[in-house]
């Protein structure tokens, strides 16, 4: 049996991410996979410390994090997994400052400074990344370039773990009551109308997504 381990990077645990990566989770069920979801936020960790023990040649942490807290067991149940499935939400054009630190833990000790860069981890692993955003449409998520830092974070984890897909989910919902924020990005009946049409086909996608990486 496949087991695929979900990660929830958003501090929230019942909003978009959290939905998304939900119905990822039925989705892996629903093909015969065994799932386990983590919320990042219920750990306390820090990112790379720059302490390079993972790159040294023949030290006992070589292409592993050297760091002990509290991801250093998620890390072993991410190299364990047959498949890992990430959901985020997007901030300031990319990952959330948890996630992006989980990222540097999990991602650099499988790397190493060839040319080109190159990866020792064993084997391969199906990942998925889904990105949460405000964003109205890719369209503008293309004009003001943030397309291209999220191409980038898939293409790091295609690099170390062999494949990556991202689902990017435009026009989410932030607020539960707008009318307490200023808010003029995009229209609210636009993003309630989303929230009501187009949500829904997202989350079926994520579905698609947790059946699709756990066979």
């Keep these: 049996m496949k087991h695929v381990l979900l990660i929830n990077g958003s501090p929230r645990k019942k909003w978009n991410s959290a939905t998304l990566l939900e119905h990822a989770a039925k989705g892996a069920l629903s093909a015969g996979a065994e799932v386990e979801t983590v919320h990042l936020h219920d750990l306390t960790y820090k990112g790379c410390v720059s ?3 993972c790159k040294m040649n023949g030290g006992k942490h070589y292409g592993k994090c050297a760091q002990k807290d509290e991801l250093a ?13 990430i959901a985020s939400p997007v901030y ?4 959330p400052g948890e996630v992006a630190s989980f990222a540097e833990r999990v991602l650099c000790p499988n790397l190493i400074y060839t040319n080109p860069l190159s990866s020792i981890f064993p084997g391969t692993k199906k990942t998925g990344l889904i990105f949460s955003m405000n964003v109205p449409s890719k369209e503008v998520l ?14 790091r984890f ?20 707008y009318r307490k924020v200023t808010f003029d990005f995009i229209p609210i009946s636009q993003i309630e109308k989303t929230r009501r049409d187009v949500f829904p086909l997202d989350c079926d996608k994520a579905f698609d997504l947790g059946a699709r990486l756990a066979v």
Excluded: H, R, W
Aim: glycine share 8%.
């Design 51 to 53: 302490c390079f023990a």
């Design 73 to 85: 067991p998620l890390l072993d149940k991410v190299t364990a997994a047959d498949a890992l499935i």
């Design 92 to 95: 300031f054009g990319g990952f």
């Design 142 to 155: 293309n004009a003001i370039g943030q397309s291209v830092t999220l191409k980038d974070i898939e293409n």
């Design 158 to 177: 295609a690099l170390i773990y062999g494949s990556a897909e991202s689902l990017y989910v435009m026009n989410t919902t932030q607020f539960e009551d």
